[in-house]
């Protein structure tokens, strides 16, 4: 069966560096979020994109956040420069045109120190 | 605007047992509603859903869930509980079931021999 997929599992960066995460989408698949998870927190909804374009942002989702698809299979989302507070698991979600289901994949764990 | 609380960060039950997880929703439109699971170094899985139409759906591994709209619930049930049932279960709400998810905190399920 098909399946989101993330690279690293877990990335230990310093505070201040860029990280780039990565997501294979499912490959019929048109469009694509990011959600993450602060270490007891809820699963917070970051971005959605379709067609080459941010659909929505959460206020999260700031100026220190880009999302992009440089192929036709990678999906990933860029922190330009890292802080405490981005310290969580970041999880991808691709979901087919025209269903309303959304496939998640296992997440990133990103630690910064 | 949509919210979800989750109720019992924790609940433990003995193999056999029925397992009852908490979900109430807030939703200013009539909400889709899902139930997802988060098995250790895993993803995100559809347990089930609710759209339209008939308010107790049933899903994967037993699971089932009835919407009720006066109560504003989506509680989690499985008659009798296995040892492959211990995971993170999360509860999510969206307005359109095309857009963002909004989850609730999850709950984790422990099951004892």
């Known amino acids: 069966e098909p399946e989101v997929t993330q690279t690293p599992s877990h990335q230990v960066t310093q505070m201040g560096q860029e990280v780039i995460l990565r997501c294979v989408p499912i490959?019929?698949?048109?469009?694509f979020y990011w959600y993450r998870q602060i270490l007891g927190q809820k699963v917070e909804f970051l971005v959605s994109?379709?067609?080459?374009?941010?659909?929505?942002k959460s206020e999260i989702f700031d100026d220190q956040f880009s999302v992009e698809r440089p192929d036709g299979s990678n999906f990933t989302l860029k922190i330009r420069s890292t802080k405490l507070e981005d310290s969580a698991m970041y999880f991808c979600?691709?979901?087919?045109?025209?269903?309303?289901?959304?496939?998640f994949g296992p997440g990133t764990r990103l630690t910064v120190l | 605007a949509q919210s979800v609380t989750q109720l019992g960060s924790h609940v433990s039950v003995s193999e056999g047992a029925l397992v009852l997880l908490r979900c109430n929703y807030s939703?200013?439109?009539?909400?889709?509603l899902f139930w997802y699971v988060q098995y250790p170094n895993q993803g995100l899985q559809l347990l089930l859903k609710?759209?339209?139409?008939?308010?107790l759906v049933k899903g994967i591994n037993g699971f089932e869930a009835e919407f009720k709209k006066s109560e504003t619930s989506f509680h989690l049930t499985k008659p009798s509980a296995h040892m492959s049932d211990a995971a993170e279960y999360f509860c999510?709400?969206?307005?359109?079931?095309?857009?963002?998810?909004?989850f609730g905190t999850g709950t984790r399920l422990l099951v004892s021999p």
């Open positions: 979600a691709s979901r087919l045109q025209g269903a309303d289901t959304q496939y």
């Open positions: 490959s019929n698949h048109l469009y």
């Open positions: 994109f379709y067609n080459n374009e941010i659909s929505e």
């Open positions: 939703s200013s439109v009539p909400p889709y």
């Open positions: 609710y759209t339209t139409g008939a308010t």
């Open positions: 999510a709400v969206s307005a359109t079931g095309f857009q963002k998810l909004v």
